[in-house]
């Protein structure tokens, strides 16, 4: 304990770093609580005056690209109409209920395979059931209710999740015939795709991989954050598609990066996402970071 107490006394930054995701640090504004975090994770100031990476253009749109549409374009549940508007209602994955509180929800009703998961955040309280005979509910509604709880948008002061009115969900669970269900993200840029990123092994041994692509498939020269996979990772049939839809969707914005599921070659509409890693995931080479900052004008 006591050797614990001694390097968190010789390191202020993890002192602040802890600081960071208590209650207190609400009071910090917007600009100043990103700063801090910002020389934290990324290991340099923040320059919001000149913002030239990709990294400090996403915190500079989190502060002056605020239009009101945005919250329901992050909302999973209310997104769901706007997708249905813009692209038809065929690339949403089946709806098989909304609630207020992990207590409204009939299990009983729920088929065998199902996910749960609240449509303000990122994660937290998800519950992906493929054998509902196997599922402890109480164990899940304990975690949804944790997941309500959770207030998104301090965490990385991502305005758009601000005033999302939090829900549960229960969307038809879905795979691919290898029992898989790939997510391919494709990076935005005020309506033009310029490249995407596939992640894989999220639960295998070796962990989670993150490979670009550009717009032909051809893996790109750099690394964020996680490591690439260089091989094994094919085209799939409906990217051109992708590609088109991701288009419509991204129109007019800066930077949005929109996921779709490919299932046996049928496009569901995953999210939108306007600061993957919340703007603080590391770039290698560093410079791939100053050209994607240039995609953002």
């Not at 999740?161 to 993200?185: H, M, P, Q, T």
Request: aromatic letters at 14%; glycine letters at 6%.
């Amino acid at each position: 304990m006591w050797q614990k107490i001694k390097r968190l006394l010789n390191d202020p930054l993890i002192i602040i770093s802890y600081l960071l995701e208590t209650p207190v640090a609400r009071l910090l504004s917007d600009k100043c609580y990103l700063k801090i975090k910002y020389r934290i994770i990324m290991k340099r100031r923040l320059n919001l005056k000149d913002p030239k990476t990709f990294n400090e253009k996403l915190q500079w749109l989190k502060l002056n690209n605020r239009k009101p549409e945005y919250t329901t374009y992050v909302d999973k549940y209310k997104v769901r109409e706007y997708i249905a508007n813009k692209l038809g209602e065929e690339y949403l994955i089946p709806l098989l209920g909304v609630w207020d509180d992990p207590e409204e929800i009939d299990f009983d009703s729920l088929p065998n395979q199902f996910v749960l998961k609240c449509n303000h955040n990122s994660g937290l309280g998800m519950c992906i059931c493929k054998d509902k005979s196997k599922l402890d509910i109480e164990s899940v509604k304990k975690e949804l209710k944790k997941g309500l709880k959770q207030n998104y948008y301090f965490h990385g002061r991502e305005w758009p999740y601000k005033n999302v009115e939090r829900k549960i969900i229960a969307e038809k669970y879905i795979e691919d015939k290898s029992g898989e269900l790939k997510d391919y993200k494709l990076m935005c840029f005020n309506g033009e795709v310029k490249c995407s990123f596939l992640c894989s092994g999220r639960f295998s041994e070796n962990g989670l991989h993150v490979t670009f692509f550009d717009n032909d498939w051809n893996v790109m020269p750099f690394e964020r954050h996680y490591p690439s996979c260089k091989e094994g990772l094919p085209c799939p049939s409906s990217f051109k598609k992708m590609k088109e839809l991701a288009s419509v969707l991204s129109k007019d914005i800066p930077f949005v990066r929109v996921d779709f599921y490919d299932v046996n070659g049928k496009i569901y509409f995953g999210e939108l996402t306007f600061f993957p890693g919340g703007g603080m995931e590391e770039f290698t080479p560093e410079e791939w970071d100053y050209k994607l900052g240039e995609w953002i004008v």
